[in-house]
């Protein structure tokens, strides 16, 4: 017998929703509500909001993001020895060296982790992909402030990979009609792979003249760009009020205006609303090309929303689910070599690796 079809649930602003308890137990009830998220309809916005997840969830999530606060605002001295330009900043800390409109991104700063925190590939492979095949980079033990900071952040990629895969199991009846080669199992290529890479995003308070930025346009807290991942997974945002010396207050967001926007299939412009207690996922560009434009890259960006955001930071944190390097995405190219394109686009040249 047939699995019955659920009908879609949607937010207030038009995004799919699906309940963890759904997703977990009747993955393949849920065809409609992939298709409607992730299909080429004109009003499909490329994202899902998952929600009644388990309550674990909402206090690894909180605990992670003031870690992401206490990192960011350490001394840059500090900051920069969690560096490595040789993987394109792609481990450790990352400020100021992403191309995002054109020049480098000052707004906002990352720390960058794999699931993985040791490969098992060969050599030639650490050194013909050095962002993903590198050494985890993690905080002393004893710096200050940051009492936790590997073990928090693992927490929350664990959890997040565990529910992005559940996701892609339901994703697979809908994706395998589109994949070039459709014996892949989408979970399969995400469950397997040892380049998943966790972002702890920290977005610097904007400057005192953000009234003025925030005309500068939509895309004024992290330009318009697309994931170049199968899948990514997205906490929501958490904001933080800053004053001199007294510790930051998790406040609510400061503007209306303020947040993500994502550009549907057909191109409208939506501010899309992720509740502090769910997660969402959107596509990325790898599952463009694995499906000949089928399910589509989601273009999203980050505003600002005015002077109201003045002493304020967002901090967030994303999981971006991809294949192996050497899996075939296109006729022209594997998952390395088009992830190798996309960093030139956004990053200078890094160092010669040692070795």
């Known amino acids: 017998m047939a699995t019955p079809k659920l009908p879609v649930l949607f937010t207030p602003e038009g995004a799919v929703e699906i309940s963890y308890g ?41 605990r992670l993001l003031k870690l992401a606060n206490q990192f960011a605002n350490l001394d840059e001295g500090v900051r920069e020895k969690y560096a490595d330009p040789n993987s394109h900043y792609s481990f450790g800390w990352s400020h100021g060296k992403e191309i995002m409109n054109g020049k480098p991104d000052t707004l906002k700063g990352s720390f960058y982790a794999n699931l993985v925190d ?49 996701l892609a199991a339901a994703c697979q009846p809908f994706a395998s009609a589109h994949l070039r080669d459709q014996s892949i199992s989408l979970p399969d290529l995400i469950r397997k792979s040892q380049t998943t890479k966790a972002r702890l995003l920290h977005y610097f308070p904007p400057p005192d003249g953000s009234a003025e930025t925030d005309r500068e346009g939509v895309d004024n807290w992290c330009g318009f760009h697309l994931d170049h991942s199968l899948l990514t997974g997205l906490c929501s945002a958490m ?105 030139s686009e956004h990053y200078e040249a890094p160092l010669a690796a040692s070795g």
Request: aromatic share 8%; hydrophobic share 35%.
């Open 239 to 343: 904001f933080l009020r800053h004053e001199d010396d007294k510790e930051p207050v998790i406040v609510k967001s400061p503007s209306p205006s303020s947040g993500l926007y994502i550009r549907s299939r057909g191109g409208m412009l939506t501010k899309v609303s992720i509740p502090a207690d769910c997660l969402a996922f959107q596509t990325g560009e790898a599952l463009e090309l694995a499906t000949n434009g089928q399910l589509r890259a989601t273009p999203h960006c980050v505003r600002v929303g005015g002077s109201a955001t003045k002493n304020i930071s967002r901090e967030t944190f994303a999981l971006f689910m991809q294949p192996e390097t050497n899996e075939q995405i296109s006729p022209e190219e594997d998952f390395g070599q088009f992830s190798a394109r996309v960093f």
């Open 118 to 166: 040791s490969p098992t590939v060969s050599e030639a492979q650490r050194r013909a992909h050095p962002e993903y095949y590198g050494e985890n980079i993690w905080p002393s033990k004893d710096e200050k402030g940051l009492l936790g900071f590997e073990e928090a952040f693992k927490d929350l990629a664990r959890f997040i990979f565990e529910v992005g895969c559940k």
């Open 22 to 62: 759904t997703l977990t137990s009747s993955p393949l009830s849920l065809q409609l509500s992939i298709e409607k998220a992730f299909g080429s309809d004109p009003h499909s916005l490329g994202i899902t909001i998952i929600r009644d997840l388990p309550p674990s969830y909402a206090s690894m999530r909180e």
